[in-house]
């Protein structure tokens, strides 16, 4: 048994460091997105920001690990009932089970460059192995072991997720929309009026995300400044609001200037907020499975804090992975080429669903302007009628890059301020996306083949909850019917899927150019029925 223990804690300590390359590069899009689309610094700037706020956000972290060890499922159901002390096996045969298929399914959404949710991903993960450890170790068959679920909070989170999508996206849109329609694409011309106040706006969502999301959960912020920040948003952003908008009337001649400012305050927000919270989608498991195997007398069902030591290593693999992956160059391609402006070599082909929502877009705007006068529509137009993109124009203009970021980190700030389940990677994927199309830079000719894209990775998204919940079952089942041979069965199947993925379809240092070249995305190796036919012709305007 003691073997069991060792080789266990093993794995999954180095399954939790594997695991942690595997989510920045899929998380990376969150906040280089809107940089890189944008160029608003050089690549290298923009990674030691970004990167920054990653070290930082892991280093001030509380380290409390709540959803892992007890947000999931219940840890007193895996305790002895005579003498109250933790299953040892029992929790590591779960956690090991989730950060076994945590890998596998992290790594299989990144070779394809579709982004999706570590949250929704971790927790299907916890669902479905502390199931199989139950249903394995407990009397009471498979009725029974449904009970180990926290079902109330699981059901709220997935259903808060996913409402996040719609609210992104439409939202997204119409302030796009309206921005675009106060500025035009003249921003030279309409900053120096209006300017100051879309700078005040914008500094003022990123403060309160950076203070809220970012630092009110972390041990720098003394608690009644944290306790202050909760209770009085308004205040709080009134207060970044004065200074910012100050700064966007001194400085209101020199727009690029104001607009990359804030395009890389909120790349090293996000990063921050995303180290600071979002690490225990990738180390609470491990951590959890530590304790219980290191800690005597431990209740998981408690507050446990984070050893500082395992924080600071986080960030470090953490940081690694920002600059090293060359798969989180992937998956911030696909967003950046759905989004970008001009006609654009994109991933994916058309299907059928796809042509089938633009033609119903087609019948809906004919009925809109049936019914819009005129002199409205014309005017319109000449305020937000994109023009004819050139050869070296970036993806995003800088002024969408700070919508789809100021969009973002609003909208995540007011959830996690309602206690509300958000997945960062949902939210700014499609604030993206409804930035994009309220900047009216899709064309009918191309819009099939975006929206073949969208809906890819919604598929993609569907499905990760039932990928990640069937393969941490499995990989638990392994685990606790073979004790140390299922150790190292679960470990081989990951090792051997990594492998399997790597050789079809080619090695991460053999990656095609990063976004914004201009070039096509795809290498050779590269599963056709993944991309478009290679005979289409990319276009000079593309990402």
Known sequence: MEAAVTIGLVAIIGLALFDLWVGVANDAVNFLNSAIGSRAASRRAIMAIAAGGIAFGALTSSGLMEVARKGVFDPDRFTDPETGAVVVLSILAVYLGVMAADVLLLDLFNTFGLPTSTTV??????????????????????????????TGPVLGIYTGIFLSVLVAFTSAALIMFLVRLFFTHDVPRTFPRIGWIWTGLSFAALIYFVLFKG????????????????ANPAKVVALA?????????????????????????????LGLAFAGNDLVNFIGPSVAAAQAVLVEGIRLSGSVPTPTWALLLAGVVMVASLWRSKKARRVT???????????TEQRFRENGLARALVNWA?????????????????????????????????????????????????????????????STTYITFMAAMGAALGDRV??????????????MVLGGWLITGFLAASGAFVMASLIVLGGSWGVFLAVGAVAVGLIRMKLVNGSDDEEGPPPGSGRPPMDRRTPRRWANSRRSTPTRAGV
Not at 225 to 230: C, D, H
């Open 121 to 150: 991903s971790i927790i299907s993960e916890l669902v479905g192995a502390s199931i199989a450890v139950a249903l394995w170790t407990t009397p009471g068959g498979l009725g029974q072991a449904l009970t180990v679920i926290q």
């Open 215 to 230: 630092l009110t959960n972390t041990r720098l912020l003394p608690p009644e400044v944290a306790e202050f920040i909760s």
């Open 241 to 269: 609001f004065l200074p910012a908008g100050l700064v966007g009337l001194l400085m209101r001649h020199e727009h690029e200037k104001v607009l990359k400012l804030i395009i890389l305050l909120g790349t090293g927000s």
């Open 333 to 343: 391609d696909t967003e950046v080429r759905l989004a970008a402006h001009g006609a």
């Open 362 to 422: 087609r019948a809906v705007l004919k009925v809109v302007k049936a019914i819009t006068p005129g002199w409205l529509e014309d005017r319109v137009n000449r305020r937000t009628e994109p023009p004819p993109p050139t050869a070296d124009q970036p993806p995003y203009d800088l002024l969408r890059a700070t919508v789809n970021l100021s969009v973002a980190a609003l909208l995540i700030s007011i959830g996690t301020a309602n206690k509300l389940p958000l």
């Open 442 to 455: 899709w064309r009918w000719q191309d819009a099939e083949k975006r929206l073949a894209g969208i809906l």
